[in-house]
Every structure is written in C-alpha cells, then in structure tokens.
C-alpha cells in the first residue's frame, strides 16, 4: 500500500499539486498495489483502509501473518508529512509495520510530534527547506535506531521557485514561497518516486503464499 497526504487545507484531488500526479503514475505502472491519496486531516480513514486491506475482523484485529507481510509506504507534504508519522505511530500500537516513511518540509500540527520516527518504521527519510515563514523541520531521529533507518535529513535550496509552482495561487507563492518551492520541485518528486519504486520491488521475488499485501 501506498498512502500519501497533501498540506495544509489542499484537496487531494487538487490538480495542481504533484502529489496527485505521482499516485496516477503509479497506479498506472503497478496496478496490483493499492494507491491512495487524502487530506491529511483523514489520518483514520487510512488506518482504517489499511487494517480492512490487511484482512481485520470485525474488532480491528488484524491476523499476525498479514502484519508480517505487509508493505506500506507512507509519504506527505507540509501537514501531510505529519499526517504519515501520526499514521505510522497509530500502526505501531496496533502491531503493523510500516516500511517507509517519506517527509516532505514537515510541518507538525499542535500535538503532534513529527521528528520522533517511531519503531515500526523500517526506514524514514526527510527532506525540508530552512527559508521563509513556513520551514520543514530540519531533523528527523529513530526511536529505536536499531530498528529504524534514517536514510538522511536533506536541505534542498531555491533561488527561484520551480517552474511548476506558477499554477499554484498568488498568495501561496508571495507569503509561502520557499515552502512550495520544495513542493513543486520535480527532481525532488522523482527521487521520491525512485524511493516508492525501490521498496515495491521486493514483492516480485516472493512466492504467491508469502506475498505482501501492498
């Protein structure tokens, strides 16, 4: 499964944002693996998706054999990259891994700590951009860095904003200009890409009875 979250008050189905561009891009190459984009206020409906694609009962309980087989890549901008690390914690205590976590500026909502990667992640990467009224944060770390990899903290930096940022309003681009540009970057979105690619790759080499459910 491959679940992402857009920021702030964006629609996830807001054409505007690469976000949306991404997953109909993959959905398009990996038709057997299940693809979603939300708001990131809607952190329990995709708990709730998950635990019914992993085969829960009728009391949230998921079989331990599907957890064990699970792939699920989460990744968000802004609110939306909180809204992954809030999902993957509440994951961790209903015993679900999570195998990748991707952050893009984050930016934490009151109550939320987006910096603490929790111990059901496999790996996490963070990237962010220090300027402007609206900065990502900067640092992420392991709860447990024995069972979570850090794959790096990676400051990208903007003389001018990408190209793909003028569809974005006049507002956005005058008062939260250096916290789009990291959005609508392109390279950055296709390093994100090489990285969702990389982790599905491994459920082609399975067999058919032990093969993830993504």
Same mark, same amino acid.
């Given at each position: 499964?491959?679940?992402?979250?857009?920021?702030?008050?964006?629609?996830?189905?807001?054409?505007?944002?690469?976000?949306?561009?991404?997953?109909?891009?993959?959905?398009?190459?990996?038709?057997?693996?299940?693809?979603?984009?939300?708001?990131?206020?809607?952190?329990?409906?995709?708990?709730?998706?998950?635990?019914?694609?992993?085969?829960?009962?009728?009391?949230?309980?998921?079989?331990?054999? !599907?957890?064990?087989? @699970? $792939?699920? &890549?989460?990744? =968000?901008? *802004?609110?939306? +990259?909180? %809204?992954?690390? #809030?999902?993957?914690?509440?994951?961790?205590?209903?015993?679900?891994?999570?195998?990748?976590?991707?952050?893009?500026?984050?930016?934490?909502?009151?109550?939320?700590?987006?910096?603490?990667?929790?111990?059901?992640?496999?790996?996490?990467? !963070?990237?962010?951009? @220090? $300027?402007? &009224?609206?900065? =990502?944060? *900067?640092?992420? +770390?392991? %709860?447990?860095? #024995?069972?979570?990899?850090?794959?790096?903290?990676?400051?990208?930096?903007?003389?001018?904003?990408?190209?793909?940022?003028?569809?974005?309003?006049?507002?956005?681009?005058?008062?939260?200009?250096?916290?789009?540009?990291?959005?609508?970057?392109?390279?950055?979105?296709?390093?994100?890409?090489?990285?969702?690619?990389?982790?599905?790759?491994?459920?082609?080499?399975?067999?058919?009875?032990?093969?993830?459910?993504?």
């Amino acid at each position: 499964m491959v679940i992402g979250f857009v920021g702030g008050f964006v629609r996830r189905d807001d054409q505007r944002h690469p976000e949306l561009h991404l997953i109909r891009a993959l959905e398009r190459e990996h038709p057997d693996v299940y693809f979603a984009l939300l708001e990131n206020k809607k952190v329990s409906v995709a708990y709730h998706s998950i635990l019914k694609r992993l085969g829960s009962d009728e009391y949230g309980i998921v079989p331990e054999e !599907n957890k064990k087989n @699970a $792939r699920i &890549l989460l990744f =968000g901008h *802004s609110w939306g +990259a909180s %809204a992954a690390i #809030a999902l993957s914690r509440r994951l961790q205590r209903a015993g679900i891994p999570v195998t990748l976590t991707v952050q893009v500026d984050s930016v934490a909502k009151p109550g939320r700590d987006d910096g603490l990667i929790p111990a059901n992640v496999l790996q996490a990467v !963070n990237f962010y951009q @220090a $300027r402007g &009224l609206i900065r =990502g944060r *900067s640092t992420i +770390a392991a %709860a447990d860095p #024995a069972r979570t990899t850090i794959l790096g903290n990676f400051r990208r930096e903007y003389k001018r904003q990408p190209e793909a940022c003028r569809a974005f309003p006049w507002y956005a681009r005058v008062f939260t200009k250096d916290h789009i540009a990291i959005e609508c970057d392109p390279e950055l979105w296709f390093e994100i890409r090489s990285l969702l690619v990389q982790n599905l790759q491994p459920q082609l080499a399975l067999n058919a009875s032990a093969q993830p459910v993504n």
